[in-house]
């Protein structure tokens, strides 16, 4: 089955940018998709992207996925406070299920 | 504010207690899942109800049942937890036509907690 894997955690300063990084097993994974769960909250989605595409840009989010190497990205531009949070990465393969990974968790410092 | 709607947000029981937990979703999806997330483990599917097929997580004890009476209810059903089963219980549904798209919308989640 679908593998996703994302490391644990990231922190980063108050303006800069973050990287969080997933990788996934199923070369026939067709929607990837990013998720976010703040203290207490359930997962909040915050974007997708089809296996068709090499990158889409919503606002302060950047998705990059490189298909090749199955590896899939999002990038917050000028990150704050109220970013901090756990990302989950999840991968729609063979299944209609989608996996997730064991979420990243945000750490964003003044 | 979300299309999936749990209730009760929080819910404290004891080991011999029989409670439910129950999922409302508001936005026409035809599956609905129960997950578990528990601190420091991976999000942990138990159950899915889609199309009218039940899928189940076979690890999942039988202290746990599920119960989707239509497609836009589920119920879960505590009876005789224990401690370790203390996390936060998410509910989430999706329109399951097939792989190419399915995406899955979270409620706020159930927390339980065990004494």
């Known amino acids: 089955g679908e593998d996703v894997e994302q490391s644990l955690f990231l922190s980063v300063r108050e303006g800069d940018s973050s990287v969080i990084n997933c990788t996934y097993t199923d070369s026939s994974s067709t929607y990837l998709y990013w998720y976010k769960q703040e203290p207490g909250a359930g997962l909040q989605l915050l974007t997708y992207?089809?296996?068709?595409?090499d990158m889409k840009q919503d606002q302060r989010l950047t998705v990059l996925l490189n298909k090749k190497d199955k590896h899939l990205s999002l990038r917050i531009a000028d990150t704050q406070t109220g970013d901090s949070a756990i990302y989950f990465c999840?991968?729609?393969?063979?299944?209609?299920?989608?996996?997730f990974g064991r979420g990243t968790s945000l750490i964003v410092h003044p | 504010e979300t299309g999936v709607t749990q209730t009760p947000r929080h819910l404290v029981m004891g080991m011999t207690n029989k409670k439910s937990l129950k999922c409302e979703q508001h936005?026409?999806?035809?599956?609905m899942y129960w997950y578990k997330q528990s601190a420091k483990k991976p999000l942990e599917l138990m159950f899915v109800?889609?199309?009218?097929?039940?899928?189940e997580n076979n690890s999942v004890p039988s202290r746990f049942s599920p119960e989707c009476p239509n497609s836009s209810h589920l119920f879960l059903h505590l009876h005789t937890l224990q401690p370790e089963d203390s996390a936060l219980y998410l509910c989430a549904s999706s329109q399951a036509e097939s792989s190419l798209s399915n995406t899955i919308y979270f409620g706020e989640g159930s927390w339980l907690t065990v004494v």
């Open positions: 936005l026409g999806h035809n599956a």
């Open positions: 109800y889609s199309l009218e097929e039940r899928v």
């Open positions: 999840a991968a729609s393969g063979g299944s209609y299920i989608p996996t």
């Open positions: 992207i089809f296996s068709n595409m």
